[in-house]
C-alpha cells in the first residue's frame, strides 16, 4: 500500500515558529509530525511514500532521506510553485492501486485499513475520510418563529459539523482530473467530481483527531499521545 504525504505548505497558523522550521518538523514528544504519520502508517502496511515538498522542503528531504532509516521506501515530488492541496496530484507518477493522500500535519485514530477496504469495495473514485467537529459559539442564540418573536434563548450552543480530516483515500484514475501544475485545492476537486456524477464516499474517524495548526492544536496532541503513548 501507498501513501502521499502533503508538506509543502508554509504553515502560517504557526508563524513565526515555522520561519525556519517547516511545519511537518514540528517535534511531538521526541519525534517530528511526519515521522509519527509514518510509523503509524507502515502498522497498517504502507510501504512506500511519496512526499510532496515546497517550503523548506530540502529540510524534510534531508531528514527522512530515502526512508532507509525508517525501514521503508521514500521518494519525492516537488512543487515549483504551490499547488493547492490537491494539485500535486498531477505530479504523481503512474500509479496501478488506490493510496492514501494525506496533509503531512494530521494526527488521527483512523482505521486506515478499514477505510481503504470501505473505499475499494464501493469502486469509489474518492473517499473522504470525516470527523464529528463540535464548535461551541461565542454568542448567545436566539430561536424566533413566524412572527420573529423569541422562542428560545441559548447560550453559546453546541453544534456538530461532518468534517473533512485531510485524509483520502483516491482511486488512481482520479489524476485524469487534475490539470498539471495547476493550482487545484480539495474543495474544488470534490465539486468539479461531483458536477460530473463520479462517486465519493465517507468513512467516519472514530476517537480522535488534530489538525496541528495552532500551538494548542499541537499542546493537545502532545497530551493525548502522552497519555495513550500511540495512535493505533
Same mark, same amino acid.
Given at each position: 500500500m501507498k501513501a502521499v504525504l502533503l508538506a509543502g505548505g508554509k504553515g502560517r497558523r504557526l508563524q513565526p515558529f515555522t520561519t525556519t522550521i517547516p511545519k511537518p518538523l514540528f517535534p511531538i514528544g521526541e519525534k517530528p509530525i511526519m515521522q509519527i504519520i509514518i510509523e503509524?502508517? =507502515?502498522?497498517?502496511? %504502507?510501504?512506500?511514500?511519496? &512526499?510532496?515538498?515546497? @517550503?523548506?522542503g530540502g529540510l524534510i528531504e534531508a531528514y527522512f532521506g530515502d526512508g532507509s532509516k525508517f525501514n521503508t521506501k521514500i521518494t519525492y515530488i516537488h512543487e515549483n510553485e504551490p499547488l493547492g492541496t490537491a494539485g500535486a496530484i498531477s505530479l504523481l507518477p503512474?500509479?496501478?492501486?488506490?493510496? &492514501?493522500?494525506? !496533509?503531512?500535519?494530521?494526527?488521527?485514530?483512523?482505521?486506515?485499513?478499514?477505510? @481503504?477496504?470501505? *473505499?475499494l469495495s464501493k469502486g469509489s473514485l474518492m473517499t473522504i475520510c470525516t470527523f464529528e467537529k463540535k464548535v461551541q459559539s461565542s454568542l448567545?442564540?436566539?430561536?424566533?418563529?413566524? /412572527?420573529?418573536? %423569541?422562542?428560545?434563548?441559548?447560550? =453559546?450552543?453546541?453544534?456538530? *459539523?461532518?468534517?473533512?480530516?485531510?485524509? @483520502?483515500?483516491?482511486?488512481?484514475e482520479i489524476k485524469t482530473y487534475i490539470p498539471k501544475q495547476v493550482k487545484l485545492d480539495i474543495p474544488e476537486l470534490v465539486q468539479k467530481l461531483i458536477i460530473g456524477k463520479h462517486s465519493i464516499?465517507?468513512?467516519?474517524?472514530?476517537?480522535k483527531w488534530f489538525d496541528?495548526?495552532?500551538? /494548542?492544536?499541537? /499542546?493537545?496532541?502532545?497530551?493525548?499521545?502522552?497519555? !495513550?503513548?500511540?495512535?493505533?
Open positions: 503509524q502508517l =507502515k502498522t497498517f502496511g %504502507v510501504n512506500e511514500f511519496i &512526499i510532496s515538498l515546497g @517550503y523548506l503512474e500509479l496501478d492501486e488506490s493510496y &492514501i493522500f494525506m !496533509n503531512g500535519d494530521i494526527l488521527s485514530t483512523v482505521d486506515f485499513n478499514a477505510a @481503504y477496504t470501505q *473505499h448567545g442564540v436566539l430561536q424566533l418563529d413566524g /412572527e420573529q418573536n %423569541v422562542t428560545a434563548y441559548i447560550e =453559546k450552543p453546541i453544534t456538530s *459539523h461532518i468534517v473533512s480530516s485531510g485524509i @483520502y483515500i483516491l482511486s488512481p464516499s465517507t468513512f467516519a474517524i472514530q476517537g496541528i495548526g495552532t500551538p /494548542e492544536d499541537l /499542546e493537545l496532541a502532545e497530551q493525548f499521545l502522552t497519555n !495513550n503513548q500511540k495512535l493505533c
